[in-house]
């Protein structure tokens, strides 16, 4: 619906703001000294009431820059524009690229070339390695989802690490009538564990987290290097970018003052890290 009128802008916004309910005008009128959430249902008027503070704020301080994400620039795009606004390079690519990139961080590690297989370091008979497209699409939703959480490579392998030791230094009854019944026929014999089963299992195991961790490593060193991110990628580099230095956060926080996110509840905890980094708590 387009709205036509000669009124001066103030009458409009009265009208507006008189067709508001009182929660809607409490949020669009509330300080911007603290952190505010808009909560409600589906079709409560969320987002209008959120389009009005942003139109209060830039009349309260016309001079402010506020960081806007939304459906029109997603945060990943700002942590683009960031980056090359400080001579950083970089093109954004979507997941079927950066798959790509992945791919090309596998490739030493299916041709059994790491040099950890030529010192035994490795079990080349790891189980996932025996269908390598099967392993590197299943790798690569992983680091996606680790990108999001923030968890580096170190935490990856060091979390790992310590929930196979945990796992194996107290294994599961496997004799326990209860796990019997809650387990098929068809599997009984996989519950028949020995000692040396078991450790051959978490040798396993720790093989595979120490080749996850290697190529997630290996992927976020071409992904630099080649400059080509995607927006979960540049969202990191962003935020390293700002803890690094300190004058450019005071610089950022003071170029904007305020942020206004729509469907906050959506941001992963990188792109949180990114306002963490910019904002603070």
Same mark, same amino acid.
């Given at each position: 619906m387009r709205l036509q009128t000669t009124r001066p802008d103030s009458t409009l916004r009265k009208l507006i703001l008189l067709e508001l309910t009182t929660e809607q005008r409490g949020a669009v009128e509330a300080s911007y000294d603290e952190c505010l959430a808009i909560l409600g249902a589906a079709g409560t008027g969320k987002s209008t009431a959120l389009a009005q503070r942003i139109a209060r704020a830039g009349r309260l301080h016309p001079g402010a820059d506020p960081l806007l994400v939304g459906s029109e620039r997603s945060i990943g795009e700002y942590a683009a524009a960031l980056l090359r606004s400080r001579g950083i390079n970089i093109t954004l690519v979507d997941d079927v690229d950066a798959e790509l990139i992945f791919e090309q961080a596998c490739a030493p590690l299916f041709a059994l070339e790491w040099e950890e297989f030529a010192q035994s370091q490795l079990d080349p008979e790891v189980p996932a390695l025996g269908t390598p497209q099967r392993f590197l699409r299943s790798a690569f939703r992983l680091i996606r989802r680790l990108r999001d959480a923030d968890v580096e490579p170190a935490v990856l +392998? &060091? %979390? &790992? #690490?310590?929930?196979?030791?945990?796992?194996?230094?107290? =294994? =599961?009854?496997?004799?326990?009538?209860? +796990? #019997?019944?809650?387990? /098929?026929?068809?599997?009984?014999?996989?519950?028949?564990?020995? =000692?040396?089963?078991? +450790? @051959?299992?978490? @040798? @396993? *195991?720790?093989?595979?987290? /120490?080749? #996850?961790? /290697? +190529?997630? *490593? %290996?992927? #976020?060193?071409?992904? &630099?290097? &080649?400059? @080509?991110?995607? *927006?979960?990628?540049?969202v990191i580099a962003a935020t390293q970018m700002i803890r690094k230095d300190g004058e450019l956060a005071a610089g950022v926080r003071d170029r904007h003052r305020l942020a206004f996110v729509d469907d906050a509840q959506e941001l992963t905890n990188a792109q949180l890290a990114l306002l963490h980094a910019i904002f603070g708590e």
């Open positions: +392998l &060091s %979390r &790992s #690490l310590a929930g196979a030791t945990e796992f194996y230094a107290n =294994p =599961p009854n496997f004799a326990d009538p209860g +796990l #019997l019944t809650a387990t /098929k026929n068809t599997y009984h014999d996989s519950l028949a564990a020995t =000692p040396d089963e078991l +450790l @051959r299992q978490r @040798r @396993r *195991e720790i093989d595979l987290a /120490k080749i #996850l961790a /290697k +190529l997630y *490593e %290996r992927y #976020l060193e071409l992904v &630099s290097a &080649s400059g @080509r991110m995607t *927006e979960r990628d540049a």
